[in-house]
């Protein structure tokens, strides 16, 4: 069983892209040395439209090693019905300590030895631990929740917030680097979200390196979803060469990779090494337009349709969870929403939790609109722009394919194989799995 282990979720990222741009960058970066470790591929029996074959469900899978048939969490938001063990769980059990840094749709569980547990920024409900550490994830949180509707002054209150509590847990010369890297960004990019994202992706690895640094766990679990982000949103394929935002968002990730590997030594440092996608995207430029919306202010829409809530909390990109005092509420909620169409679609995808007055919500509707579009409901017409706002034409899809980039030598067993992603930690890890073995036939 591996003993000390540094593992990253590059969440997302594409091999092919990956390795084009190490190509690009100068030099032996961090990036052609990553590419340089053993390597091995993973996949899902998830499909693209099941609505399990999401970040925020692949993950869930190959942290508690369990595929989403058993785990049953298909949501971002809803690990609070998690019943499986997470890893971290597991290894506290054994004894074993853990930092979890960023983790998606995960929750500290009963990890005693879990020394620290940061949430990823789109979870609501689950809280940092120690508290100290949940401000760091503030103001990323609120631009995650809130970026069709922005507060100037909630956002100068916590970038002030974030800078000081950045210099605390990151130290004044990477708060330095990281505001000069904002300064280089909004220069080429303007306040754009790929500027702000890949800078707090920086500041929050620094933090994660000082932490691990002092504390010496067993275990330290970085996750990073910038790569994610600029490659639904900015992958297109003119010209032959990546765009600028890739190049921008990936030259950070090398800039975080060398940083790792300075502070914690991540290719010589004696600790196993495993970075990994938890599932692919892959390029969508010659595809018919798939076109993504967004509530603008989804509290004051529910008003408008004449829905009682008791509030809204907003996810990633075109989803969220209404909350409600009652299952009654909920039930005439949903009944009021599925009533919402434009041009003959539905507009919501919905569905409600299991256990709790809770609503699920997903725009459904993905198709171009002109300016004329109208949103029908029971009782009125509403206009589509004044309500819903495009974020972006999508540039890249997901695939089931993901890979590993690893040293570990309790994965070289592997071999040629290819794993479910959610048997991964059971290799790494066999003797915490006992009741849990790897799947009989593989994946393939």
């Known amino acids: 069983m591996t003993d000390k282990l540094t593992f990253i979720g590059l969440n997302e990222f594409n091999p092919d892209l990956i390795s084009e741009i190490a190509r690009i960058l ?29 970040p925020w469900v692949q993950w869930v899978s190959i942290q508690t090693s369990t595929p989403s048939t058993h785990h049953g969490v298909k949501n971002l938001g809803d690990i609070s019905n998690l019943k499986q063990p997470q890893l971290w769980e597991r290894l506290s059990q054994d004894g074993k300590t853990s930092i979890i840094w ?16 940061l949430p990823d920024p789109w979870v609501f409900d689950e809280p940092a631990y120690p508290d100290e550490i949940g401000s760091f994830v503030e103001f990323p949180r609120y631009l995650a929740k809130n970026y069709t509707s922005l507060s100037k002054l909630k956002i100068a209150k916590l970038v002030s917030m974030f800078v000081v509590n950045g210099i605390r847990g990151a130290g004044l010369r990477n708060v330095a680097k990281f505001l000069w890297r904002v300064a280089q960004g909004l220069a080429k990019f303007g306040p754009r979200h790929v500027v702000f994202i890949c800078c707090f992706e920086f500041l929050s690895a620094a933090a994660f390196c000082r932490q691990a640094r002092r504390l010496k766990p067993d275990l330290n679990y970085l996750f990073l979803n910038s790569i994610a982000h600029v490659q639904h949103h900015y992958w297109n394929r003119e ?28 290719f010589s440092g004696g600790r196993a090494l495993v970075v990994t996608n938890a599932l692919c995207q892959v390029n969508t430029s010659e595809e018919p337009p798939w076109v993504l919306y967004r509530v603008r202010d989804m509290t004051a829409f529910l008003k408008r349709l004449g829905v009682t809530f008791a509030r809204v909390e907003t996810l990633m990109t075109y989803d969220g969870h209404i909350l409600f005092d009652n299952r009654e509420a909920m039930a005439a909620a949903q009944g009021i929403l599925a009533n919402v ?28 609109v002109d300016r004329e579009t109208q949103i029908s409901t029971r009782n009125q017409n509403l206009q589509f722009d004044e309500e819903l706002t495009k974020i972006v034409v999508r540039t890249g899809k997901h695939n089931q394919k993901s890979v590993v980039y690893h040293n570990c030598t309790d994965l070289e067993a592997v071999g040629n194989s290819v794993i479910f992603n959610h048997d991964l930690f059971k290799y790494i890890y066999p003797e915490l799995f006992a009741d849990n073995p790897i799947s009989p036939t593989g994946a393939g």
């Open 102 to 117: 960023g983790a998606m749709n995960a929750k500290r569980g009963g990890a005693e030895n879990c020394h620290i547990f």
């Open 341 to 368: 169409g434009v041009n003959g679609a539905r507009l919501f995808f919905l569905e409600p939790d299991r256990e709790l007055p809770k609503l699920f919500f997903r725009i459904e509707f993905s198709e171009p």
């Open 26 to 54: 100068p030099g032996c970066n961090s990036l052609s040395r990553l590419l340089a470790q053993k390597k091995i591929e993973s996949t899902t029996e998830d499909e693209l439209d099941s609505g399990y074959l999401e």
């Open 239 to 266: 010209g032959g060469q990546p765009p600028p935002e890739i190049l921008y968002a990936y030259a950070r990730i090398e800039e975080i990779i060398a940083m790792i590997d300075r502070e914690l030594g991540l």
